[in-house]
């Protein structure tokens, strides 16, 4: 199946820095997710994503619909320790199955 | 509030077992998936299911089998568990189409002796 190419692999920052992750793939999609995963646990949804270009906000966390709609980003602005993790983004076209990318992780150096 | 509930989230299991990992979603969804996740292979799908008795193959059925009897409920089987199935897996549910969000489970951590 289908992986998205998620970068950066991982980061290791200061606490309070801002933060970018973005996600690229093949094929069009129609829906963007975004989801952070704590050790042990099962991935949570932190943002949704359906329109092309569209920009959605969830506290300090921004994620966009890139325009070719075969991309993503999210960004965490001022970050803090808890927001360490694993960030995944998946994707889903017109079927029912959703593409996930391989994650980033973060570290968040208090 | 959503909820996805896998019933172990910690097995172990001997070689040669048949081992069940049970799945309900609270949703309603139509959806429902199985995945594994391993270190450096992210997530990869297994089985899914888009209705009651209907299930179709993942990237990575083989060694597996799924049981969906009733809406809320999606079983993942391994009729002879192999050290090589030990892994974290994962259940999720959605909305069928892109009508909805895919919402996981806690996961479940199985360790094949």
């Known amino acids: 199946g289908q992986q998205l190419n998620q970068s950066p692999q991982s980061m290791f920052i200061q606490e309070g820095e801002d933060v970018s992750m973005n996600c690229t793939s093949s094929?069009?999609?129609?829906?963007w997710l975004w989801y952070k995963q704590d050790p042990g646990e099962g991935p949570v949804l932190l943002i949704a994503l359906y329109k092309a270009g569209e920009l959605t906000s969830n506290g300090r966390l921004t994620a966009q619909f890139g325009i070719t709609r075969k991309d993503s980003f999210l960004n965490i602005s001022a970050s803090i320790p808890s927001d360490v993790g694993i960030y995944f983004c998946a994707g889903q076209g017109t079927g029912n199955q959703f593409y996930f990318g391989t994650g980033t992780s973060l570290t968040v150096i208090p | 509030d959503v909820k996805v509930t896998q019933s172990s989230r910690y097995l172990v299991k001997r070689t040669g077992e048949k081992v069940f990992l049970e799945c309900v979603q609270d949703m309603d969804h139509e959806n429902m998936f199985w995945y594994r996740q391993d270190p450096g292979l992210g997530l990869r799908l297994i089985y899914f299911s888009y209705d009651v008795k209907m299930k179709e193959k993942g990237d990575i059925p083989e060694g597996y089998s799924v049981s969906r009897e009733k809406k809320e409920r999606f079983s993942l089987i391994l009729e002879s568990a192999s050290t090589n199935q030990t892994s974290m897996y994962l259940c999720?549910?959605?909305?069928?189409?892109?009508?909805?969000?895919?919402?996981f489970g806690q996961g479940t951590r199985l360790t094949v002796v």
């Open positions: 094929s069009i999609f129609n829906t």
């Open positions: 999720a549910s959605s909305l069928p189409g892109t009508k909805g969000d895919a919402f």
